[in-house]
């Protein structure tokens, strides 16, 4: 729509008028732009540019190459959070999309209450992971929570004090991820499921397929583009990971359960150790952007070709 | 939702009776799984203490009691100070409600302007600014700690107010842009020729047929407000931090006996106004999930 057709209203304008009225448009989003150009694009280089400078507790304005990278890398901590990442982004993934896709066909066969079902299991998500980690603690807490349990149902010898574990505790911190996600993976895949082109499902089944075998070879082949849509998204909630971890482990038992997230958070803000806090705060951005940019990309022009 | 559909265990026809009982029991046990947290944190929270030392997590209390309750909203530590959570309650209250009418205002207006008075580049600018739904929020940390205290506005429920309508923007400039692509342009066409103007037009024609997707755009902001820690934790201190920086502090005190049930109430409390919307307006919330984490 053009914006001139807006001056054919039979009114006189003045001309300082006019140009305000074609304007206008442009002057409404122009606060929005500026706000993106200077805090997500500005703070974007402010933060890349510290990566490259010896900041410590305030920033220094010196360029030292990629020595703060080399120290991150090298740094104990950091190679930790890398390898935890790796443990929980993979089995979040894993297990909430296993879980997601399980639920959701069990939700599709025609069943009674399926929405009081389908909102017992998406309210998690309306919770903050503050709330989430606090719960999961208490209830995997050593001592009193369900080791407890079920030491009274007659196992005086279960043990389950994962959480105070250096091994076992980023494994609560998968817990208490997925059981706060998958309902939300769950409504996606449900989603997918009907729209599936019902004809080929019934001819199938008219050829004699068995039920597996319909989902095997018909259902879950056409749900490719969620299991990408959900892939991303669970891979970027995973990077950005953060609260869960401060709320459930604290980042402990000592730094056992660091992520890159809490390493950039302690760098930044108790260490002044600036320049390393944005240098791993540049690296978990880069990691999204080549998620990202790839998938964004291909759905772009998969939306290009319908249209044409 | 229309149900048109079948699902394949419908077409097939048999088979429904022998599987039934799985399907149910599969159901319910994941049904348990989920709500066992909520329970167990309501029953801890009415339970006094020697009662939580005694029995399991998910005994019905013997004695039931409020008084968890009563403490956490008015006595326990957050930090040094115990006067409860009810303040940062409030923090969080403020600061929530005004985050979300501004962010989603200035959203409503930008994705009218990039759907109704579409200008040269217009597509590319939406991207531009769609990019903030995904960056990590690490990446913006250092250099919106340094603008707050320069603006002096460091530690205070207005500069976290800002930093939320600023990072909030770009989705709901996502959900409204992509509502009003499907309002029909002829609307808009004759009002102009009944010599409307770009507000008028915004006000009498759009807002009204908006309410759908305000309360998607409302919600959704909410529940991402409410329950932000990084920001909160970033930047905020002592009196002025939001509830779920207060609660953090409230279970991670380490002075003194550990109380549990004041814990879970104090939990409970941070959760309820978003278990509220969620209750209310589940729909929306869930639709709001679909279009705002594809993107974000």
Redesign the interface.
Known sequence: MDSSTATAAPVTWSAAGRWLQRSLPRLVLSPTLVVSLVFVYGFILWTAYLSFTPSKGYPIHELVGFLQYVRVWNHPRWQVAIHNLAIFGVLYIVLCMALGLLLAILLDQRIRQEGTLRAIYLYPLALSFIVTGTAWKWMLNPGLGIEKLVQGWGFPNFKFDWIVSEEMAIYCVVIAGVWQATGFVMAMFLAGLRGIDQDLIKAASLDGASLPKIYRRIVIPQLRPVFMGALIILAHLAIKSYELVVALTGGGPGYATELPSTFMYVHTFTRNQLGMGAASAVMMLLTIVAIMVPYLYSEMRGARKQTH | ?AHQ????????GT?VRW?AFV??G??MF??A??????V??LL?SLKPLQE??SG???ALPHEWTVKPWIDAWGQTCVGLSCHGIKGYFWNSTKMTVAAVILSTA?GM??G???T????KGADL?FG??L??C???????????A?LLGKLGIASSTPGLVLVHV??G??FT?LYFRNFYVAFP?EL??AA??D?????SIFFRILVPNSAPIVVVTVIWQF?NI?????FG??FSTGESAPM?VA??NV??TSTGERE?NV??AA?II??LP??L??IVG?RY??RG??TG??K?
């Open positions: 939702m559909w079948d699902s394949p265990q419908m077409v097939k088979g599987s399907i149910y599969l159901l994941f049904a799984i989920y709500v066992l947290p909520l167990v944190m801890t939580i030392y399991s997590i998910i200035i207006l930008n009218y302007v990039l109704k008075w579409r200008f600018l531009l600014i990019f903030g995904f960056i990590p929020f690490q990446i913006v940390l250092i250099p919106m340094t600023v990072y923007l770009a400039t342009d808009i066409r102009m020729i010599g409307a103007k770009f507000f529940t409410w329950n932000d820690f990084l934790a970033s779920t609660l953090n279970v991670n549990y814990h879970m939990a941070a959760a978003t278990l919307v969620y589940g919330f869930v999930l679909m984490s594809v974000g």
